[in-house]
């Protein structure tokens, strides 16, 4: 019962978030392809949105995976960022996937994500996207997701876990904002959490134990990694640990926490002088 309530409350949550896009802040020069199926099956969380400047340059390539604790979200919530990232050069592909509770599982999104970027390679030419330059970005449980990913192209051992095939292909950089990157920390309302996301019997799971990413070996191959919080944001704890754990393992990073719009603020906001700023920061880091 107790489980249901939270999921319909992060529905809600949701829907509020995606009224709190300012439309008007979206550029007309941007042309966007939206609802695109990547796998072939209906389901709208099996959908993604393509951002780009219409030119014949070659473009860099950003992934971009929604947050909402895994269990709610929706690639809507991402759009102005999407649109202010394609005005920075960028191919933007924003995805939709699976969300967690009652039938899906954290380990489904993992592999949405896979088949997500499968089209990704598969279709970037169509809008001048350069796969050897691709960049991921995670906001919040996402977070999770992002870094999974790539990882997913440094372990053969991760991809058997996962049932996932050989990669061509690698990233080039990493973005983490506002990311649940500590989710499996001992408390009892993330115990909580991950009952509600992950499998029964998830702790003897090799997937699971992958995404402990403290004893993951793999760690150390992560692609250069942009990290943003702000003293606003309930997570920001998680954002120092994690970037505790790259300096250990000599991952190059960089901590921006200029802004002041609290838990995914670069999201909803973009367009202050705040946001811009730490979008410069990113655009650079990753050049």
């Not at 473009?59 to 394609?86: C, Q, Y």
């Not at 030419?125 to 970005?137: E, F, K, L, Q, T």
Request: with cysteine.
């Amino acid at each position: 019962m107790i489980n249901h309530y939270i999921k319909q409350k992060s529905i809600r949550a949701t829907e509020a978030d995606i009224q709190r896009i300012d439309l008007s802040k979206i550029s007309p020069a941007i042309s966007q392809e939206r609802g695109i199926l990547y796998v072939d099956d209906g389901l709208a969380e099996h959908t993604l949105d393509v951002y780009f400047l219409p030119n014949e340059l070659k473009k860099p390539i950003l992934i971009d995976i929604h947050g909402g604790g895994f269990i709610s979200g929706d690639k809507e919530v991402n759009r102005l960022f999407g649109n202010t990232m394609a005005q920075k050069g960028f191919v933007v592909f924003n995805l939709n996937y699976r969300l967690a509770y009652p039938e899906y599982k954290v380990f489904d999104q993992v592999i949405d994500i896979d088949r997500a970027v499968g089209w990704i390679l598969r279709n970037a030419a169509n809008y001048n996207g350069d796969v050897s330059r691709i960049v991921i970005a995670g906001h919040s449980s996402a977070g999770v997701l992002a870094v999974t990913e790539c990882l997913l192209c440094k372990s053969g051992e991760m991809r058997e876990h996962f049932g996932i095939g050989e990669r061509a292909y690698e990233y080039r950089g990493l973005l983490l904002d506002c990311g649940l990157m500590h989710f499996y920390q001992k408390s009892i309302a993330y115990w909580g959490m991950r009952n509600m996301v992950f499998p029964k019997h998830y702790k003897k799971m090799p997937q699971y134990r992958d995404m402990i990413f403290e004893d993951n070996p793999a760690l150390s191959a992560l692609p250069k990694t942009f990290l943003i919080t702000n003293d606003n944001d309930e997570l920001k704890d998680m954002t120092f640990y994690f970037k505790s754990l790259l300096d250990k393992n000599n991952v190059p990073n960089t901590l921006d926490r200029t802004g002041s719009d609290g838990h995914m603020g670069i999201v909803f906001r973009p367009y202050t002088p705040e946001g811009l700023d730490t979008m410069e920061k990113m655009v650079e880091f990753f050049n």
